[in-house]
């Protein structure tokens, strides 16, 4: 699996891509523009960069181009959280737990299945 190097603004694209599903360039920054203020230029370059590195794919339609991510949401988050865990936590990821934990009030319910997939793990 090559290995993907999305920038923050590129991942941020592709959230909203996985979410939103083919989207324009100008749906993407409207969708952009609810949190913080971006320019319909930076967004469109971003988006071509993406397309060069294959993290996109885009069609034509009419005057537009519909874009779409080129890269599966599940695998491009354990790949990048294998990568974060490997060179912030020296690759122990019960490090990055106890981290997470320690820093975040865990509801009931993240608790409960927090235990459930452990109880998993220790199944197969």
């Known amino acids: 699996m090559e290995e993907l190097k999305p ?3 590129e991942l941020e694209i592709l959230q909203l891509l996985w979410v939103m599903g083919p989207s324009s360039v100008r749906e993407i920054n409207d969708e952009l523009n609810k949190t913080k203020e971006v320019g ?6 971003i988006m071509q960069i993406m397309f060069g590195k294959g993290l996109v794919t885009r069609t034509e339609k009419g005057r537009f181009h519909v ?3 080129a890269v599966e949401e599940e695998s491009t988050q354990k790949q990048l ?5 490997q060179n912030t936590f020296g690759g122990q ?3 990055m737990v106890m981290q997470a934990l320690g820093n975040h009030k865990a509801s009931k319910e993240e608790l409960e299945a927090i235990k459930h997939l452990i109880e998993n793990l220790e199944n197969k």
């Open 7 to 9: 920038t923050e603004s």
């Open 40 to 45: 319909y230029t930076t967004t469109l370059k």
């Open 67 to 69: 874009y779409r991510a």
């Open 81 to 85: 959280l294998s990568k974060f865990v």
């Open 93 to 95: 990821a019960m490090k």
